[in-house]
């Protein structure tokens, strides 16, 4: 199974301020990344797909972006509706795998 | 607008069985493949079946492999989970997903999700 190592687990972080999250692959999987947003008691909701592409309805605020085997999720102003738990997600191969969670939170 | 409702979970035995029931709506059912995905109490996300959009291909991770059976009826918009010989380990939120069109690579819509747990 292709493993999903994403960090930090935890931040904390101000209004407006820039936030990265990053996801590292065990093995190449091209472009076949998409990172989830996860508020308390809800389910998850798609951000990106395709490892750049915005999902619909989403915020222009959030960016994917890649090199290599890493995949890093921005939000360029973070605004107080966004803490939750974000995820990546390969789409590679089966098993799809997830990342461990990132819990965002405002200072 | 994309709705998926789950239902059928609750508190059951280890051992016995529990079917889950997924209502689509605002979509034509029939063109998608669909997915179970769980989430073990403060836990993260796990994928556990997928099946193709006629129903003719399915797929299961390898821990509910034999006592897990993904199906649908797409003539009642609807997507099932029957599980059988429950474990512990299977205590989780079980959410239905539609993966994607294009490259069923992705989940783009979930439904809220229903608890199971496993406990004597």
């Known amino acids: 199974d292709i493993q999903m190592t994403q960090s930090p687990a935890s931040l904390s972080a101000s209004l407006e301020e820039i936030v990265t999250i990053t996801c590292q692959a065990s093995?190449?999987?091209?472009?076949?990344l998409a990172w989830y947003q996860q508020k308390p008691g809800k389910s998850p909701q798609l951000l990106i797909y395709?490892?750049?592409s915005l999902a619909d309805g989403v915020p222009s605020r959030f960016s994917g972006s890649r090199s290599g085997t890493q995949y890093s999720l921005k939000i360029s102003r973070l605004q107080v509706e966004d803490p939750g738990i974000y995820y990546c997600?390969?789409?590679?191969?089966?098993?799809?795998?997830f990342g461990a969670g990132t819990k965002l939170e405002l200072k | 607008e994309v709705q998926l409702v789950e239902s059928g979970g609750g508190l059951v035995q280890p051992g016995r069985s529990l079917k889950l029931s997924c209502a689509a709506s605002?979509?034509?059912?029939?063109?998608?493949?669909m997915a179970w995905v769980r989430q073990a109490p403060k836990k993260g996300l796990e994928w556990v079946a997928t099946?193709?959009?006629?129903?003719?291909?399915?797929y299961y991770r390898d821990s509910v492999k034999g006592r897990f059976t993904i199906s649908r009826d797409n003539a009642k918009s609807t997507l099932y989970l029957q599980m059988d010989s429950l474990r512990s380990e299977d205590t989780a939120t079980y959410y239905c997903?539609?993966?994607?069109?294009?490259?069923?690579?992705?989940?783009?819509?979930w439904g809220q999700g229903v608890m199971v747990t496993v406990s004597s």
């Open positions: 997600l390969q789409g590679y191969s089966a098993p799809n795998t």
């Open positions: 605002g979509f034509t059912f029939s063109d998608y493949n």
């Open positions: 099946i193709s959009y006629d129903g003719s291909s399915t």
């Open positions: 997903a539609r993966r994607d069109y294009y490259y069923s690579a992705y989940f783009d819509y």
């Open positions: 395709g490892a750049t």
């Open positions: 093995q190449d999987i091209g472009n076949w």
